[in-house]
């Protein structure tokens, strides 16, 4: 069974950086894309970012330009650089596995850190 744990979250001003890692156990790390999200209370889980294993990057819109998602294979972790962070940014961010052939289409998830961005 696979397993995520996120660490790196707190509580900031705004414009600060923080960088969020995701440490990956039991899973094919190197060939599985992996995702972050974050949500807040109320609303719908959203994704952020997200990496392939070839090191493709997508964003969402609201972080394009400020967060940037890294991966080191050798230490099975995802990462994500969060510069210029603002108080919309205040969240619980989450780590992702999606579903995938190598992991037998099981979905993971961390347990979440939450950030909180204000002055």
């Known amino acids: 069974q696979g397993h995520l744990v996120e660490s790196g979250g707190g509580l900031v001003q705004p414009g600060v950086s923080l960088r969020l890692s995701c440490q990956a156990s039991?899973?094919?790390?190197?060939?599985?894309?992996m995702a972050w999200y974050r949500q807040v209370p109320g609303k719908a889980r959203e994704l952020v970012a997200s990496?392939?294993?070839?090191?493709?990057?997508k964003y969402s819109e609201s972080v394009e330009g400020r967060f940037t998602i890294s991966r080191d294979n050798d230490k099975s972790t995802v990462y994500l650089q969060m510069n210029g962070l603002k108080p919309e940014d205040t969240a619980v961010y989450y780590c992702?596995?999606?579903?995938?052939?190598?992991?037998?289409?099981?979905?993971?998830w961390g347990q979440g850190t939450q950030v909180t961005v204000s002055s």
């Open positions: 992702n596995s999606p579903p995938a052939p190598a992991s037998g289409w099981q979905e993971y």
């Open positions: 039991k899973i094919f790390f190197s060939i599985s894309t």
């Open positions: 990496i392939s294993s070839s090191g493709g990057t």
